[in-house]
Each structure stands twice: as structure tokens, then as C-alpha cells.
């Protein structure tokens, strides 16, 4: 077997031979002269960036002059020799041997100089690159990883659902259709949610995750058309058991990014304390206490019986420093399989996460209905059409049991631990009302 190409990552960890000479691949971040005889290079290869250093007494004469035609982005392998440097990044440098060009870059539209979101969007392919976008997509790798080893550490099945769908899940305003076909018409999928009911009662607990989509006419910068979420479904639990296990979902991705990704929670200037303090238990407020705080301070003119908007969430959520559970929404709210609490029928046993910091809802679920008379007459309620929903229907018809589960948006998520403030950054390519492109 070949030994694997060091990585700058691994350098920055210790995972490497000191005093030997190494070899790295990858683009110039960033170039620069101090004199005639000495020259500093930002070398990123993909994992990280590296101080690597050009002496014209050290350096070979022609990697010398090649280092004189380096622009910002250029492809090249180095080799050298690698030295602790407290004052560089990362606390290593490489003293370079040599240099070899791969392709001198175009003049790189992307400079240090401030560029506006629009201008970053439409180059979304080059931005990828600047570190901070970097770190933030790292980041999002890391909480998805997280989440996989949460759930298959725990016994849940990967369930995946399918993407085109013949119906709705979560009301009919903000489907995508697409043609199916001659005879049908499909929906993208709003969430994998039905199908990982009908994986609950085959499996016991499985989690749905993949790609969503919402014609969401709405700009704000928590909105995506197109987006990441993960969905797990459990039998026999119920509403408690729920919040229980998104609790310790969120705290199990919040520890393994401050042990794992803790450099790039440094590149986005996150105070990492703030994330050090989430520990379980959540506070857990009924929807009827949260209401009674926001008919007093609401700016959004909040009537209890009506869902949260933006600004609502915020004001929640400063009252904590951890995220919260809102739980208990109006029936007249909730989607149609929602369980009515057997309590009060007008409020039902859902629950909401809401992050800290005005990142707002980054959870939504709860226990489902499990008769098969009471969704016959809310899916009536709710204007859909009951063929369609006859496979779902079978579940309630074949071993009916309590279930409940859980969508979390992985942008959402990924917002909130970055401290990014608009979700169109924490997704490689984002789609929005008016973004198509790249
Ligand atoms: O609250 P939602 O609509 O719940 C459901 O779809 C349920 N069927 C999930 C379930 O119980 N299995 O969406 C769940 C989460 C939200 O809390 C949010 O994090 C994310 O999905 N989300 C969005 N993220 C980005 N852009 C959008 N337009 C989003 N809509 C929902
Ligand atoms: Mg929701």
C-alpha cells in the first residue's frame, strides 16, 4: 500500500516525520516579498494553510525565480523541510527545497479587499476557497458526520426516502411540481417524514437524511428553496422520549465540533464559550407560556394562537443561553399528522428547538397521530386528498403504535454553531428565491 500524501492538517496535528522533507499540493493563498532574498507563501492544500518559506541562500535558484511569477492562486507542489514556527499559523513552516509550478493563475477576481454578497454569490465555485467559507463548510461536514455516528452509534437504520413524491407532508403552499411523465405529477419531497414512519415500524428507529426542497417565497436569511435534513423516527416513543433524544443529538454534534473543528470555530471568531455552556437539560416551555411572554413583547404584533415569526424566536430564545424547547402547538397550526394532546385537543405534542443567539427554530417534530378515524378526518381537515395517503394510512391499518420523531435542518444547525449569519453560507451551493447559479 502507498503511504498517504501528509496533509497540512496533519502537520498542524503532529501526524508527521519531523526533519524529513515533504512534499505538498495544493494553491497559493497568498505571496509575498520581505527584501530581495527572503519571500513567504501561503500554501493551501485543501485541509489547511501553511507559512512556507523562500530563502535565496536555501531555496533552489530556479524555485527561486519560479516563486518571483506565483499569483494568488496558482497550482504548484513544494517540498521542504518542516519547522516549528510559533509565530506562523498553525505553529509550523516548511523551509522550501524547491518548487515546482503546475498553472500560474488569471488575475484571481476574489482579493483580500471587501466584496459584496452578490458579487461572492455568482463566484460561489472560487469563495469556496477563502477561509472562512472554508472553515464554515468544514464545519458542516463535521456536524454531518457527527449526526450519522450519533444515530449509528444507537441502533437507528439509515432510511432513505425518496425525493420525488405523489403528496405533501407539510402543507400544500411551497411544493415544487415537476412533470412525471404523461399521466402524473410529483412534488420534490418537503421532508422524508412519512416514509421514515412507515421505515419506524419495520426497523423500530431509523433516520431519514438527504436533500429537501420548500418553495419558499420568503428572503430571510434562514430560508434555503433547496436544504439538508435529517429525520429519525422512533417506535413506541412519544413526545418526552423526542425531546430527549434531540437534546442529546445536538449536545453530541456541539462536542464533537469543539474537540474536532476547533480552528475553524477560530477562523469564524465563534465564541467558543458560548458553545462549551450547551449541556443538557434544555429549558422546555409550553407554547402557552412562551405566547403569554410574547402578547407582551412581541415587535410582530403575535396573537396567541399564531405561529412564531423571525423576531419572535429571538426574543425566546435571549431569555436562555442554551437552546429551548417550545412545545405544545396550536392544532390549528400543525401539520395534519400532529397528535393531539389527549389533554386539550387544540394543542398538540409538538415540539420546536429554537437555537440561542436569534438563530431561531433549527428543530421541528413531534409525537404522531396514531389513529387511523383521527388522520382519516384531519387529512379531510386539511384539504388533501385521501388517496394518496393510503399507503400511510396501512401503518395505522397494520400494528399501529405510538411513534414520534424529529427534522433537523443541517444549515440551520451549521448557522448556529458558526455563528454565520445567513444559511446561504453554510451550504456548498445555495438555492434561493433568486439564486439558480453557479
Ligand atoms: O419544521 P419542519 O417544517 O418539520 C418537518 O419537515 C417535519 N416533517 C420534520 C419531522 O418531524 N421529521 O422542518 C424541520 C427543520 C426546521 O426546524 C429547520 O431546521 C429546517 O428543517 N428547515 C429549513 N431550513 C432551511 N430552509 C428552509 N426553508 C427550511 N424549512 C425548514
Ligand atoms: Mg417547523
Known amino acids: 500500500m502507498t503511504k498517504p500524501d501528509v496533509s497540512i492538517e496533519n502537520i498542524f496535528a503532529g501526524q508527521f516525520e519531523e526533519n524529513s522533507e515533504l512534499t505538498l499540493k495544493g494553491w497559493v493563498y497568498n505571496v509575498r516579498m520581505s527584501g530581495k532574498k527572503l519571500g513567504f507563501l501561503l500554501l493551501r492544500d485543501g485541509s489547511s494553510t501553511m507559512q512556507c518559506v523562500v530563502f535565496s541562500g536555501s531555496t533552489e535558484a530556479e524555485s527561486f525565480?519560479?516563486?518571483?511569477?506565483?499569483?494568488?492562486?496558482?497550482?504548484?507542489?513544494?517540498?521542504?523541510?518542516?519547522?516549528?514556527?510559533?509565530?506562523?499559523?498553525?505553529?509550523?513552516?516548511?523551509?522550501?527545497?524547491?518548487?515546482?509550478?503546475?498553472?500560474?493563475?488569471?488575475?484571481?477576481?476574489?482579493t483580500p479587499k471587501e466584496h459584496g454578497p452578490d458579487f461572492l454569490l455568482n463566484l460561489r465555485h472560487l469563495w469556496i476557497r477563502s477561509s472562512k467559507q472554508h472553515a464554515t463548510l468544514r464545519i458542516r461536514s463535521e456536524i454531518i458526520s457527527a449526526v450519522r455516528e450519533f444515530f449509528d452509534q444507537r441502533g437507528f437504520v439509515g432510511f432513505?426516502?425518496?425525493?420525488?413524491?405523489?403528496?405533501?407532508?407539510?402543507?400544500?403552499?411551497?411544493?415544487?411540481?415537476?412533470?412525471?411523465?404523461?399521466?402524473?405529477?410529483?412534488?420534490?419531497?418537503?421532508?422524508?417524514?412519512?416514509?421514515?414512519?412507515?421505515?419506524?415500524?419495520?426497523?423500530?428507529?431509523?433516520?431519514?437524511?438527504?436533500?429537501?426542497?420548500?418553495?419558499?417565497?420568503?428572503?430571510?436569511?434562514?430560508?434555503?428553496?433547496?436544504?439538508?435534513?435529517?429525520?429519525?423516527?422512533?417506535?413506541?416513543?412519544?413526545?418526552?422520549?423526542?425531546?430527549?433524544?434531540?437534546?442529546?443529538?445536538?449536545?453530541?454534534?456541539?462536542?464533537?465540533?469543539?474537540?474536532?473543528?476547533?480552528?475553524?470555530?477560530?477562523?469564524?471568531?465563534?465564541?467558543i464559550s458560548k458553545l462549551e455552556s450547551i449541556k443538557k437539560p434544555f429549558p422546555r416551555l409550553h407554547y402557552k407560556e412562551a405566547a403569554a411572554i410574547l402578547e407582551k413583547e412581541s415587535k410582530d404584533n403575535f396573537k396567541t394562537g399564531m405561529d412564531f415569526g423571525g423576531g419572535d424566536e429571538t426574543i425566546l430564545a435571549s431569555k436562555f443561553d442554551k437552546p429551548i424547547f417550545v412545545h405544545g402547538f396550536p392544532t390549528a397550526i400543525k401539520a395534519f399528522y400532529m397528535?393531539?394532546?389527549?389533554?386539550?385537543?387544540?394543542?398538540?405534542?409538538?415540539?420546536?428547538?429554537?437555537?440561542?443567539?436569534?438563530?431561531?427554530?433549527?428543530?421541528?417534530?413531534?409525537?404522531?397521530?396514531?389513529?387511523?378515524?383521527?388522520?382519516?378526518?384531519?387529512?379531510?381537515?386539511?384539504?388533501?386528498?385521501?388517496?394518496?395517503?393510503?399507503?400511510?394510512?396501512?401503518?395505522?391499518?397494520?400494528?399501529?403504535?405510538?411513534?414520534?420523531?424529529?427534522?433537523?435542518?443541517?444549515?440551520?444547525?451549521?448557522?448556529?454553531?458558526?455563528?454565520?449569519q445567513h444559511v446561504r453560507e453554510t451550504i456548498p451551493f445555495p438555492r434561493m428565491l433568486y439564486r439558480l447559479n453557479p
Open 160 to 271: 432513505d426516502a425518496p425525493i420525488f413524491t405523489p403528496s405533501a407532508c407539510e402543507g400544500t403552499t411551497n411544493l415544487f411540481e415537476v412533470n412525471y411523465f404523461d399521466e402524473a405529477k410529483a412534488y420534490l419531497t418537503q421532508s422524508g417524514q412519512l416514509y421514515g414512519e412507515a421505515g419506524a415500524m419495520a426497523f423500530g428507529k431509523v433516520y431519514v437524511f438527504g436533500p429537501t426542497f420548500r418553495a419558499e417565497k420568503s428572503k430571510t436569511r434562514r430560508h434555503l428553496t433547496e436544504f439538508w435534513m435529517v429525520e429519525p423516527e422512533v417506535a413506541f416513543a412519544d413526545i418526552n422520549s423526542n425531546m430527549e433524544l434531540a437534546e442529546d443529538m445536538i449536545c453530541h454534534i456541539v462536542e464533537r465540533v469543539l474537540r474536532t473543528r476547533r480552528r475553524e470555530l477560530e477562523v469564524l471568531e465563534r465564541d
Open 339 to 420: 397528535k393531539e394532546d389527549p389533554a386539550d385537543p387544540t394543542y398538540t405534542l409538538s415540539c420546536d428547538l429554537l437555537a440561542p443567539d436569534g438563530y431561531g427554530e433549527i428543530i421541528g417534530g413531534g409525537q404522531r397521530e396514531e389513529s387511523i378515524d383521527v388522520l382519516k378526518k384531519k387529512i379531510a381537515e386539511h384539504g388533501l386528498d385521501q388517496s394518496v395517503f393510503e399507503w400511510y394510512l396501512d401503518l395505522r391499518r397494520y400494528g399501529s403504535v405510538p411513534h414520534a420523531g424529529f427534522g433537523m435542518g443541517i444549515e440551520r444547525c451549521t448557522a448556529w454553531i458558526c455563528g454565520t
Open 65 to 110: 525565480e519560479n516563486f518571483a511569477k506565483l499569483t494568488q492562486e496558482s497550482s504548484l507542489t513544494v517540498s521542504g523541510t518542516i519547522v516549528k514556527s510559533p509565530k506562523a499559523p498553525g505553529g509550523w513552516e516548511m523551509q522550501v527545497k524547491s518548487i515546482n509550478i503546475l498553472q500560474i493563475a488569471e488575475n484571481y477576481p476574489i
